[in-house]
């Protein structure tokens, strides 16, 4: 697979489509066994996957687990993201920290799991408000001078925290949704980015599998992510938003390839350091992610997509109001 740059201060190469690990543990039911995911993770580097995005509280903590069992002796050959920021307690996520004592612990537990004596990039899941910046990026600091993370990056922070947060400390990557249908982006965060020469990695870059096509189901079970998520709850948001899907499915014939694909190649067409980094438990859908990185777009062809995707609204909010709460704006 072809490689990606993040960061320009701190570079990091990339394979160009990585592999989200959230649902493999959680999200996404029915879960799969641990023991097949380690077995589905070694085949994923076995196909050509080198980029793995994980995190503590996914899980929490099996994700890493998984990470470590299957990719412990490769280690050198692929390169793993991990996020801290969460309070955990007796298993279960119960709000935000970022307190630097809580960082290396994060840390700690986290190498300890990944079965390795280093992170190659390192996320601040969420902003904590009860942390400033500063305080977070002397901790990491002082994880990058002993070697336990090599670069550091924010996810779903606001633009003032990443310019000061750059500035003290300077960032690889800010993790944020991005796709078709989630473009907010676009509106401040990419020019802000290529300023300063951060790479951006997009989770859900397939819409939480509404992209892909293959998403019959409009009622989800309660251990489903989607169940509150107003885009999936609501049956006139799923109706309104087929156009972007009809869309979809009449590009990708004309273009020979897979509504999936056609989705990634779009992001990865967008800015030579994104990064889309879809979530699978499946062989098949893995591979017909990876060669997503093949897909190619002339500059008319990408004009026309845009033009015509730009037309297209798309109905209901991404979250619900408690999980955007968490969102630094």
Not at 32 to 49: S, W
Not at 304 to 322: F, P
Request: overall charge neutral; charged content about 25%; proline content about 5%.
């Amino acid at each position: 697979m072809r490689t990606v740059i993040l960061g320009k201060k701190s570079p990091l190469v990339v394979s160009a489509v990585g592999l989200g690990c959230m649902g493999m543990v959680s999200a996404y039911p029915p879960i799969p066994e641990k023991k097949d995911m380690v077995r589905f993770t070694r085949e994923a580097f076995e196909k050509g996957e080198t980029f793995f995005d994980t995190a503590e509280v996914y899980g929490p903590y099996t994700s890493e687990e998984i990470l470590g069992e299957a990719l412990h002796d490769v280690r050198d050959q692929v390169q793993i993201a991990t996020k801290f920021g969460f309070d955990i307690q007796n298993g279960v996520s119960v709000g935000l920290d970022s307190h630097p004592e809580t960082i290396r612990k994060a840390v700690e537990g986290s190498l300890r799991r990944l079965k390795t004596d280093h992170i190659d990039l390192l996320y601040q899941h969420r902003a904590d408000p009860k942390v400033p910046v500063e305080v977070v990026a002397e901790a990491v600091s002082r994880l990058m001078e002993e070697g336990k993370v090599l670069h550091w990056g924010m996810s779903e922070v606001s633009i003032r925290t990443i310019r000061k947060a750059h500035a003290l400390l300077p960032l690889t990557a800010i993790q944020n949704e991005y796709s078709m249908w989630y473009r907010d982006v676009e509106k401040e965060l990419l020019p802000v980015l290529e300023e300063l020469g951060i790479g951006l990695v997009c989770f859900c870059p397939l819409g939480r599998g509404y992209l892909t096509g293959k998403l019959k189901q409009a009622v989800f079970s309660s251990q489903d992510v989607r169940v509150g998520m107003p885009r999936f709850s609501s049956e006139k948001a799923l109706h309104a938003n087929q156009e972007l899907l009809d869309f979809l499915r009449t590009r990708a014939r004309e273009k020979g390839c897979t509504m999936a694909q056609l989705a990634l190649a779009w992001i990865l067409a967008q800015r030579p350091w994104i990064v889309p980094i879809p979530g699978t438990t499946k062989l098949n859908r893995l591979e017909e992610n990876i060669a997503a990185a093949i897909v190619k777009f002339s500059p008319d062809e990408l004009k026309a997509l845009n033009e015509k995707i730009d037309q297209i609204q798309i109905y209901g909010a991404r979250y619900n109001a408690q999980q955007e709460s968490m969102v630094e704006k």
